[in-house]
């Protein structure tokens, strides 16, 4: 299992993103797949996730603000970033479930600056 994550960089506050996770090696359709970051000195925590059905989960930081979404043909799950805030500065990485074991792609760094 492969998880590629990308999109990340610098924007200013109130700025926008989109952040991509190409998946291979999984039947990427019967998969949930997840939205993770982690922020500098802080625990890796749950951003946003997407059921295999297309049912959405957020964490209430950004509720209203941020997009996940899935292509099932592109093998892609997205997160879009939207109303960006300092405090949303952190690695994202990509997670998916697969016979018990989890599966964490390599992340992305959103800066965001004041």
């Known amino acids: 299992v492969q998880l590629q994550a990308s999109g990340g960089g610098l924007v200013q506050a109130g700025g926008s993103l989109r952040l991509s996770c190409a998946a291979s090696?999984?039947?990427?359709?019967?998969?949930?797949m997840s939205w993770y970051r982690q922020a500098p000195g802080k625990q890796r925590v749950l951003v946003a996730s997407?059921?295999?059905?297309?049912?959405?989960n957020y964490a209430d930081s950004v509720k209203g603000r941020f997009t996940i979404s899935r292509d099932n043909v592109r093998r892609t799950v997205y997160l879009k970033l939207n109303n960006l805030k300092p405090e949303d500065t952190a690695i994202y990485c990509c997670?998916?479930?697969?016979?018990?074991?989890?599966?964490w792609g390599r992340g992305t760094l959103v800066t965001v600056s004041s």
């Open positions: 997670h998916t479930l697969r016979a018990g074991r989890d599966y």
């Open positions: 090696g999984i039947i990427f359709s019967s998969n949930a």
């Open positions: 997407i059921s295999s059905g297309g049912s959405t």
